[in-house]
């Protein structure tokens, strides 16, 4: 096994765990396929995240690249009439579950929505809910159109700097418009008028992280959406407008089995989980602004 340091995913925050996530489900995926031994992931006390790796750091991005791609065919076909998880009916959604076949495409279904009743109730983790033309479905239909294995290195490998732009040869082959290439799990995704020189509405001068945004997607199949009077994605509570997805880092090699099961049992109870090599628990905070627009506030300490 391959020791590898991921120095540009810091589990500290939102999008760096789902990043992290996403990864070491998309090489669990590619060792089961080729009988690897299973990979495991564990973070440093600042919040790196390590990886045992049954493939080098030269193949790493790569082979992750390489499981991405068939989840772009499912967002285009079986999902082609899907922009964000609330635009699911009950009849659609049965339909669309039928006729997936694949583990992983049956879970990111469900990390996406749930039905209970008539009514399809998205993912808390869902940011990118029509408000400003952003659509979490269709985001993530944009943004594996957009990744190249060169953005997943970075991701993976360098300090994140948030610089990429879509080309605009790219927008016009894609018809882009002017969508944005994230899923809005990031604070800085949310770029406030009062805070910034230019009007968001006639500049086009988002940047992002392209290969965390990609690395991402894998990580909502891991996180089903709980059904209940008011369904919530697992990990997380609701109180009123705001919503609270809650993680933990640990320090002891994990395989994704075991991730699983630390992040579905929640962060109550911290001397339970440090004795499984828990060291620290984050959370974060889905608010609601003015006409429903939603976004993440920075992550904060648990314990």
């Known amino acids: ?53 049954p493939v080098a750091r030269e193949q790493l991005a790569a082979v992750l690249l390489a499981k991405l791609r068939p989840l772009q065919p499912y967002l285009d076909e079986s999902l082609g009439e899907i922009n964000k998880p609330s635009d699911f009916s009950r009849s659609s959604y049965e339909t669309i579950a039928r006729a997936s076949v694949a583990p992983t495409t049956v879970d990111l279904l469900a990390g996406l929505a749930c039905v209970v009743g008539e009514e399809a109730s998205e993912s808390t983790l869902c940011a990118a809910n029509g408000a400003s033309h952003q659509n979490l479905v269709q985001s993530m239909r944009d943004v594996l159109k957009l990744v190249e294995e060169e953005h997943v290195r970075s991701a993976l490998f360098e300090t994140w700097s948030k610089s990429y732009r879509i080309p605009i040869d790219k927008r016009k082959e894609f018809k882009l418009g002017t969508r944005k290439p994230t899923l809005r799990l990031d604070p800085s995704d949310e770029r406030l008028y009062a805070l910034r020189l230019s009007n968001p509405t006639t500049t086009d001068d988002f940047s ?96």
């Open 208 to 303: 992002t992280e392209l290969g965390a945004q990609a690395l991402a997607i894998p990580a909502f199949g891991l996180l089903p959406v709980v059904p209940g009077k008011q369904p919530v994605t697992i990990a997380s509570k609701r109180s009123r407008q705001r919503v609270t997805f809650s993680w933990m880092l640990w320090n002891i090699p994990a395989t994704l089995l075991t991730v699983r099961s630390l992040v579905w049992g929640g962060v109550g109870c911290p001397k339970e989980q440090r004795e499984r090599g828990v060291f620290a628990a984050f959370s974060a905070d889905r608010i609601s602004g003015a006409k429903g627009k939603l976004s993440f506030a920075p992550s904060q300490g648990v314990w």
């Open 1 to 53: 096994m391959n020791q590898l340091s991921l120095s540009g995913i810091n589990g500290q925050h939102l999008l760096g765990f789902l990043t992290a996530l996403g990864s070491l489900s998309l090489l669990d995926e590619h060792a089961r396929t080729n009988s690897f031994c299973p990979p495991r992931l564990a973070f440093k006390e600042d919040g790196t995240a390590v990886l045992q790796s």
